[in-house]
């Protein structure tokens, strides 16, 4: 009888090892597959000395030629003036603020980014002053 228990239990094995290596074939071309899609996507980068990145490629900052924009308090008095004569922060726009503005050198891109910065300081302004 313990013969055939143990006849039994090495069936049992081997039908598991079976399985199991069948699920490790399936786990790899999992991961093989997964990985290939990951670096497809990945993988379009490429390193200050000509190589391909490997992994999460992250873009490479490029800093402007031009030079940084440093909002004087007269440019922004400009900025206020204009942004008040279109009716308030919420009716301009960046073009026709940068219109009214007529700065030579000043982008709609600065006009934009500072447009934005001046919208969220009132709305915390207005938000703080509630409470």
Known sequence: MKGNIEGHGISRLSGHVDNLET???R???TEKT???TRSMSTDSGVSENGGRTEGLAVRQYVR???PRLRWTPDLHLCFVHA???LGGQDRATPKLVLQLMDVKGLTIAHV???LQMYRSMKNDENGQGGT
């Open 27 to 29: 786990v790899q071309l």
């Open 64 to 66: 402007s030629k031009m």
């Open 83 to 85: 942004v008040e004569r």
């Open 34 to 36: 997964n990985a290939n």
């Open 23 to 25: 699920n490790s074939k």
């Open 112 to 114: 934009k980014s500072h």
